[in-house]
């Protein structure tokens, strides 16, 4: 199942993340040589792979007298498509796919996140779907470096308007739950990085609840997301980024 | 429907790659300072909502894909800007950009946007510089193209002139994939 919606000539969408996490029965424990397994299924499109190296962040606590440090370090193994700009990321009990520019459309986007997981499925049979993230990051390049971004955005329920009219080094977040299981993130920001630097326009959109794991119903969630995400993008874009969308001078 | 609302101006965000990769975090470290007054809010940071996704904007390709996606983005500003400030006509900077939006899908985005500047005769000129090569494209307002080629090192040179309306053509993009691409 595919949603309709536009696609642009000139996205500025500049990774999109999707993230499944899943659960093993009861009686299946995580084989780490499932990476190899997984590259083995994927390597006529994905034929290069790497180890991610992880941030990690330490918490020291002391509670009880008892001290000590406890941590673990997850281990990511990335796989790199051939062709395309597309990621799989694979850890212990989840699957990540990044597309990254040029975005290529939901259809192809839907695709790729099906294709990931059926593969995983030929190597180990999770239980259960137990959390589904969707997340689009869009990156507007300033045209000049006092440029606000209300040239770019208007208004609405997640972006007030005093915050388009800022004067660079702003941010804003606004987590809303719709209810216990789902949640959007819409994060709005900017950047110094070249020249006159860009604004950050990122949409996070989480499920976490029990969801069969058969490929009809998960595709079938994501692209609820996907059209949630597209709402609150579609609410903000004002004439002057629909005509950067669409490339016309 | 529970909301939760931050928002600060004027802070000292200059670093864009870890504000990028990890910039809830930062948002989160802000949020003692900034805004005294949700503080006591912690439920976003027991949220979870981003923490947990993997960030690839270390690796190399990924950063040139983004590179690459910012220049379009630049390229498409300086054409606009161009043509509001009636230094160029809009149809020669449309052609141009088209001209460029050609060469990005034959090259599935691996040929960077070029630099771009306006000639004394109303065209855009494109160009291209890596190492010893050098290749230019010059939109001229009657609807002619002209591609040019220029080794520093050699000095060899190859030109060849082509209509806006036309696809580019397998000559050009030979030319383009041997010295820009090394393919």
């Known amino acids: 199942m595919v949603s309709h ?9 500049r990774e999109v993340v999707c993230e499944i996490h899943f659960k093993l029965s009861d009686v299946v424990s995580w084989d780490p040589s499932w990476y190899s397994q997984f590259f083995k299924q994927v390597e006529a499109e994905f034929p290069t792979f790497e180890p991610v190296i992880v941030p990690v962040l330490f918490e020291i606590t002391q509670a009880s007298g008892s001290g000590g440090v406890t941590h673990s370090i997850p281990q990511v193994i990335r796989y790199r498509h051939r062709t395309r700009n597309v990621l799989l990321q694979l850890s212990e009990n989840r699957i990540t796919i990044n597309i990254l520019p040029v975005y290529p459309g939901w259809q192809q986007v839907s695709k790729d996140i099906e294709y990931a997981w059926r593969k995983l499925n030929e190597v180990m049979q999770p239980a259960t779907v ?45 987590v809303t739950r719709f209810d216990a299981e789902n949640r959007i993130q819409v994060t709005f920001t900017d950047q110094f990085a070249n020249g006159s630097g860009a604004f950050i326009f990122d949409i996070d959109r989480i499920v976490e609840r029990n ?26 874009k004002s004439d002057n980024l629909e005509r950067l969308l669409q490339g016309e001078l | 429907m529970a909301t939760q609302v931050m928002y600060f101006t004027n802070t ?6 870890p504000l990028f990769l990890n910039y809830s975090q930062s948002l989160k470290s802000k949020k003692v300072d900034s805004l ?15 923490v947990d996704l993997p960030s690839i904007s270390e690796s190399s390709p990924t950063n040139q894909a983004f590179q690459k996606q910012a220049h379009t983005q630049r390229l498409f500003h ?4 161009s043509v509001q400030a009636q230094e160029v006509a809009r149809q020669v900077a449309a052609n141009a950009w088209k001209v460029w939006k050609k060469l990005e899908s034959i090259f599935e985005s691996k040929l960077p946007a070029p630099d771009a500047g306006i000639g004394p005769d109303g065209q855009i000129l494109y160009t291209w510089n890596q190492n010893s090569h050098h290749f230019e494209i010059e939109i001229f307002p009657e609807g002619i193209i002209e591609f040019f080629y220029l080794n520093f090192r050699t000095d060899e040179t190859w030109e060849y002139d082509d209509q806006a309306e036309n696809s580019i053509s397998e000559a050009v993009i030979e030319k383009i994939r041997v010295t820009l691409l090394h393919e």
């Open chain 2, 78 to 81: 300086y054409l606009q800007n």
């Open chain 2, 12 to 17: 000292d965000f200059v670093t864009s790659r």
């Open chain 1, 211 to 236: 969801i069969d794991t058969k490929i009809e119903q998960l595709l079938q969630e994501i692209t609820l997301l996907h059209d949630n995400i597209w709402a609150v993008f579609q609410s903000a």
């Open chain 2, 36 to 50: 005294p007054a949700i503080t006591s809010n912690v439920r976003l940071e027991n949220s979870g909502a981003s």
């Open chain 1, 130 to 174: 137990i959390r589904l993230g969707l997340r689009y990051i869009n990156v507007i390049e300033r045209r000049s470096a006092g440029e606000t971004a209300d040239h770019w955005i208007v208004p609405n329920h997640y972006l007030p308007a005093i915050l388009l009219s800022s004067y660079p080094g702003f941010a804003s977040q606004v």
């Open chain 1, 5 to 13: 919606h536009p696609s642009y000539p000139n996205p500025t969408i």
